[in-house]
């Protein structure tokens, strides 16, 4: 039972350059998202999706890209990053809009 | 936008004592998660209080909803080491978007 498993854990980019956070969860939620944290902010919300298909913007979208094909996978795109997007980024999963398990998260630098 | 205030920032205690962590808001809250975040880990739920007035426990943790559903607390009896963590409230105003606060980093030692 592999819970919510994030690709990679950790990343280095230059700016301008644009990648994908993998997010996969084998629970069969309906409900995942993506979440930044950084020292003195908490956790913020980037984008949510109740179901295949139906994704939202959260609190911080900006910048960032997302889907959701299938049930199992929730991937975020960061279009052309820059520094402001160092990071450490989550993906969650839940039942019922709960975010019930988290991922190990990514660790994100852009230079 | 942080609609959650945790108190206190930072708490560091012995082996044995009791401690209580604060979360409050002047929002109304439908529900309200408590999580334990250890370094280089996502944050792990520990609780959801969903019910003004509600009280849970989770064998020494003692989780509290205020009655107006604006607020909680969470107290920890007899802290061990094992303890030691950044402990998160969270909840939901209204919509899917789920508000974090800081949080409260605590370190429990022998």
């Known amino acids: 039972n592999a819970g919510v498993t994030q690709t990679p854990k950790f990343q280095v980019l230059k700016t301008g350059q644009s990648m994908t956070l993998q997010c996969a969860q084998d629970?069969?939620?309906?409900?995942m998202s993506w979440y930044r944290q950084d020292p003195g902010m908490g956790l913020r919300l980037i984008h949510y999706?109740?179901?295949?298909?139906?994704?939202d913007q959260g609190e911080v979208p900006n910048g960032y890209n997302v889907s959701r094909s299938t049930t199992e996978d929730f991937p975020l795109r960061l279009l052309s990053a820059a520094p402001s997007q160092t990071s450490v980024y989550f993906c969650?999963?839940?039942?019922?809009?709960?975010?019930?398990?988290f991922g190990q998260g990514t660790r994100l630098t852009v230079v | 936008t942080q609609l959650l205030e945790q108190s206190p920032q930072f708490l560091s205690i012995q082996e044995g004592e009791n401690l209580t962590v604060y979360c409050n808001s002047s929002?109304?809250?439908?529900?309200l998660q408590w999580y334990r975040q250890e370094p280089g880990e996502g944050p792990v739920l520990l609780v959801t209080?969903?019910?003004?007035?509600e009280v849970k426990k989770l064998k020494r943790l003692t989780f509290q909803f205020g009655d107006a559903r604006k607020d909680s607390s969470l107290h920890i009896t007899a802290a061990q080491p094992g303890d030691t963590g950044l402990y998160l409230c969270?909840?939901?105003?209204?919509?899917?978007?789920?508000?974090f606060g800081k949080g409260t980093s605590l370190l429990v030692t022998p």
């Open positions: 999706s109740v179901g295949a298909g139906i994704t």
């Open positions: 969270a909840g939901r105003s209204g919509g899917y978007a789920l508000n």
């Open positions: 209080v969903v019910t003004g007035g």
């Open positions: 929002s109304v809250f439908s529900s």
């Open positions: 969650a999963s839940g039942r019922a809009n709960t975010e019930a398990f």
């Open positions: 629970m069969n939620h309906e409900y």
